[in-house]
């Protein structure tokens, strides 16, 4: 018997499933069907899961609420009927990029999701829906078949409804593939036997970093309130919990911004309407052909991303933003080194808020939007680190609230098994209300 026989899995969108459609929720990729499919998704398929569909997200994953597509947005199964019938069809935000996922796990649609996380976009909408999500390591699993937005920040994320299936679902994809050389061979770190979790995981001698940095301005005092009573909570059960300084963490938003938007310019030069992509009616002139097709195919969103890597790329621009967000980067991930010098692993919020109304997300533009939600989480992306997502408690509106915990690299079994333990003691309810 195959550790899948019978499980359902959806998959994000921007994960090529062969002889599915693979669109990006863009109108650029609307006919696009693959002809091979993603590792990550072979691997899981290779060990009985049945895929059920693909999900909704952010056009080409730029974006942190799921409302950005050309399906329209995604519906936080939490809180559904009474925001609708008091609001008059208002609804809560998923998050994103990969709201369709989570929703597609919390609503019991599926057992398992595959998503993508660039800067968050596991781990955001699945605190938002209730349930618990893994960005891996970079390199851990494979990229092949994911789309690009940012290829060194990308990374395949896994969402579950229980840490023991997340587990499950990501020792059966980690490893090396040889069609994406980024991977690296994880076989000294995971083996087939940690396929199962400890029944009864502790937090004894555990040493728990608070990262200072992340107290910021716009913090819900709910959101602060949960983080302090888990902080305790793990004291009181035999982890050191200490305080930690990742000074360069403030600069995150901005080096993230700079390195993504110069990959999207990059990455979607090829949707020209003569290589790949959808293709306008303006056949005059080459140059009006590939105008009026990324006008048409791409939203206003994709190509703010994209004039803005293109200016971030030019010859008297490229030292003085990307070159510089290249050795932030370095810094950032310098910041994490060190601290994990003293701490196992670190304890911090998802997103400042809980999930929002749809009529207050849409008044604020993509990138503001972005800013808020993304804080906490783009500088485990930064720096290539494993970072798992869970679900705590309800707020006061009954809505969910969570935590994130990251690891040095390739501490994946670390974060499960100490993720394990929370999830034991919050024991948090999934049904969606």
Sequence with gaps: MLPLDGVTVAVKDNFCT?????????????????????????????????????????????????????FGPSKNPWRYES????LEGDFYITGGSS??????????????????????????????????????????????????LTHSLDSPGLI????????????????????DPTTIDTSKYFAAKDLQLDSTPTWNGLKVGIPQEYFCPGMQDEVVNLWRDVADLMAKQGAKVVPVSLPHTQYSLQCYSVINCCDV?????????????????????????????????????????ILCGNYFLLRENYDKYFRQAMRLRRLIKDDF??????????????????????SEWVKKDNRTRTVLEDYCTQPANLAGLPALSLPC????????????LIGPYLSELRL?????????????????K
């Design 337 to 358: 080194t060190r601290v994990f010098e003293q701490v196992d692993l670190l304890l911090a919020p998802v997103t400042l808020t809980e999930a929002v109304l749809y």
């Design 83 to 86: 925001a609708n019938d008091a």
């Design 99 to 148: 709201g369709g996922s989570a929703v597609a796990v919390a609503s019991g649609t599926c057992f398992g999701a595959v998503g993508s996380d660039t800067g968050g976009s596991v781990r955001n909408p699945s605190v938002r829906c209730g349930v618990p999500a893994l960005k891996p390591s970079y390199g851990a699993l494979s990229r092949h078949g994911l789309i690009p």
């Design 265 to 305: 310019a990059s990455n979607l030069a090829c949707y020209d309407g003569l290589e790949y992509g959808c293709r306008a009616d303006n056949m005059s002139s080459i140059e009006s052909l590939f105008a009026d097709t990324r006008s048409e195919g791409f939203s206003e969103t994709v190509r703010g991303r």
């Design 18 to 70: 062969a002889g599915t459609r693979t669109t990006c929720a863009s109108s650029m990729l609307h006919q696009f069907v693959p002809q091979y499919t993603a590792t990550v998704v072979e691997r899981l398929e290779q060990a009985g899961a049945i895929i059920v569909g693909k999900t909704n997200l952010d056009e080409f994953a730029m974006g942190a609420g799921a409302t950005d597509s050309m």
């Design 393 to 404: 408690r309800l707020s006061r509106k009954g809505l969910p609230l969570g935590l994130q």
């Design 160 to 179: 579950a409804l229980r840490i023991d299936d997340l587990a499950t679902f990501f020792f059966i994809c980690v490893g090396k593939d040889s069609r």
């Design 416 to 432: 499960l098994s100490a993720a394990k333990r929370l999830e034991m003691e919050m024991d948090f309810q999934h049904s969606c």
